[in-house]
């Protein structure tokens, strides 16, 4: 018995404690909620004093009030990871903010991403608009006759409408994964020539994992499984995303920090020795 205490004793603290992790998560969300109501609905950052002191109920949960050195670093953690969701989605705020209507002009870019749907959508990154280079990402709009002929990390040099995208309270959630790409500019009217390709590991293994995809099932199936396995959700039927939405599994599609760990974690099993 004594033998199991010491191998208890020696062993703690080394044990993984997920309730720190998810506590640490939740502060990291409410920073950003708070954020987006300070954003849009202007609460005064005055009640982040009333917010904060709340870090410590979770601590006296977890903890023993003599362990006080631990309670003031797990409270100080909390409370960091509160202002690092708040301050990151300022810093994005910002940047959308420094972006403009820009008129009719000529831009090129890298193509990052191509989404089918009513209207052929190609977003690109590298932005460049009449020589100048722009810190965010651009969605254009192409005619599908132009579209057959581009993939991903191609090069295009077009010319078209560029307007700021709308981000308001009410209609946010539709934009938001956007939002968090850095996508602010919206083309119309676009009209260009592809100018070359720029190899890309990651965007290549992307278009040859949807080729593969694409070519072995029909196209429900195929929206389905790249959006679980490639996070790409602008296939699927609007009306078969919002059924699932619904039934509470359209977490399946985000390739979250919890799928790349469940991964990593397997991949460690098999390949520790």
């Not at 904060?52 to 409370?79: D, E, M, N, Q």
């Not at 119309?188 to 293994?205: A, D, S």
Request: with cysteine; hydrophobic share 50%.
């Amino acid at each position: 018995m004594e033998e199991m205490k010491s191998i208890a004793q020696s062993n703690e603290g080394k044990i993984f404690n997920f309730r720190l992790v998810l506590f640490a998560a939740i502060y990291l969300a409410i920073g950003i909620v708070f954020c987006f109501y300070h954003y849009f609905y202007d609460l005064s950052a005055v009640w982040a004093l009333a917010i904060l002191p709340l870090a410590a109920f979770p601590v006296f949960l977890s903890y023993s009030i003599r362990a006080w050195k631990r309670i003031i670093l797990i409270f100080s953690l909390l409370c960091a990871c509160f202002f690092i969701g708040f301050v990151g989605l300022t810093l994005q705020t910002n940047r959308y903010e420094e972006a403009t209507d820009m008129g009719e002009c000529y831009f090129s870019g890298r193509v990052v991403e191509i989404r089918e749907g009513y209207n052929v959508k190609v977003v690109l990154d590298d932005l460049v608009v009449d020589g100048k280079a722009q810190d965010c990402k651009l969605i254009a709009y192409l005619p599908s006759s132009f579209v057959e002929d581009i993939t991903l990390s191609d090069e295009l040099f077009l010319r078209g409408t560029i307007s700021k995208r709308v981000m308001e309270a009410e209609g946010f959630s539709s934009v938001a994964k956007d939002f968090g790409k850095g996508i602010f500019l919206i083309a119309n009217g676009v009209e260009g020539v592809k100018t070359g390709h720029r190899f890309n590991l990651f965007l290549f293994l992307n278009a040859r994992a949807k080729a593969v995809i694409e070519a072995g099932m029909d196209d429900v199936t195929a929206a389905v499984t790249k959006a679980v396995l490639l996070g790409d959700t602008t296939g699927i039927d609007s009306g078969l995303y919002e059924n699932i939405r619904h039934g509470g599994i359209a977490h399946i599609f985000a390739v979250s920090g919890l799928h790349v760990g469940s991964l990593f974690a397997f991949c460690l099993l098999l390949l520790k020795k």
